[in-house]
């Protein structure tokens, strides 16, 4: 993703942040028992989430008893955050610019956020920002081979004919064949001859927990969540809504109104050295 490309795409979830907060899942119970198991993610914890979105993560943390302080770039979800959470910092800023606390976090998570942060800036920062001994958790979602899979081969009609950016015979991967979500490990790195990130090397090399589940979707719901991504929001408006009318007609002509979907959510966490 080109920096140009990485500005543009993610100024595009604030269009419309209450159906982004209805329509997006959460993260999967199991993930925050493993960042309470090996990140202390508990009582007391001081943690920093990067891109806090209307409160996805924060939510659970918060109810685990963490201090949390959020940064988000969208002060509409901010608002929203703020609003499920009362007494809950939550800035509204670039992470790359926000002015760093002298008090270090224990935890640093970003949930679905971190790839969207200028990769010059978001290990260094991090570790910045954290205490030594401190985890950075990052977690990556993946859309994988599973559910209503016929559905999902057909779909892929809709996206040629009204996304141009579409590759022709697209499919999904099954989640043991999606790799770990390492390129940011030192060890990584220097095996494959790659110069690592700044601030990479201030890191142990990291763990990973993963969680497979299965979400039904009523044609309406789905729909909904199809216009909280990147990739529907930069659409020409009318390429937008011709592809979420061809999906939604073969969701009820073929599927009777509903569909299942596979997710593969993935923990990555990392200790400052």
């Not at 982004?20 to 999967?28: L, T, V």
């Not at 589940?213 to 990147?230: C, E, K, P, V, W």
Request: aromatic share 8%; charged share 25%.
């Amino acid at each position: 993703m080109t920096d140009t490309d990485r500005e543009r795409l993610r100024g595009t979830f604030t269009q419309d942040v209450e159906r982004y907060d209805r329509a997006r899942p959460g993260y999967p119970p199991p993930m925050f028992d493993d960042l309470a198991e090996h990140a202390g993610a508990g009582p007391g914890c001081r943690v920093l989430e990067i891109g806090c979105g209307t409160g996805k993560a924060t939510v659970p943390l918060a109810e685990r008893g963490c201090r949390v302080v959020g940064v988000e770039l969208g002060a509409e979800m901010a608002s929203v955050a703020r609003r499920k959470l009362p007494g809950t910092t939550v800035d509204v800023a670039a992470f790359e610019d926000w002015p760093l606390p002298t008090e270090p976090f224990d935890l640093v998570l970003a949930a679905t956020s971190f790839h969207w942060i200028d990769p010059a800036v978001r290990i260094a920062k991090s570790a910045d920002a954290l205490r030594p001994g401190g985890t950075l958790a990052t977690v990556s979602t993946h859309h994988v081979a599973g559910g209503t899979e016929d559905f999902f081969v057909e779909v892929q009609r809709c996206y040629e004919r009204f996304d141009p950016t579409t590759p022709p015979g697209l499919r999904l991967t099954p989640a043991a064949n999606i790799p770990h979500d390492s390129q940011e490990s030192p060890n990584r790195n220097v095996e494959q001859g790659n110069t690592a990130l700044p601030g990479a090397d201030r890191f142990e090399s990291p763990v990973f927990h993963r969680y497979e589940r299965d979400i039904t979707y009523g044609t309406a719901d789905y729909l909904d969540l199809l216009g909280t991504f990147s990739g529907t929001l930069a659409l020409d408006p009318t390429a937008r809504a011709g592809l979420l009318d061809c999906i939604g007609t073969l969701i009820d002509t073929r599927y009777g109104g509903r569909i299942i979907k596979r997710y593969l959510t993935e923990l990555r966490l990392a200790v400052r050295r």
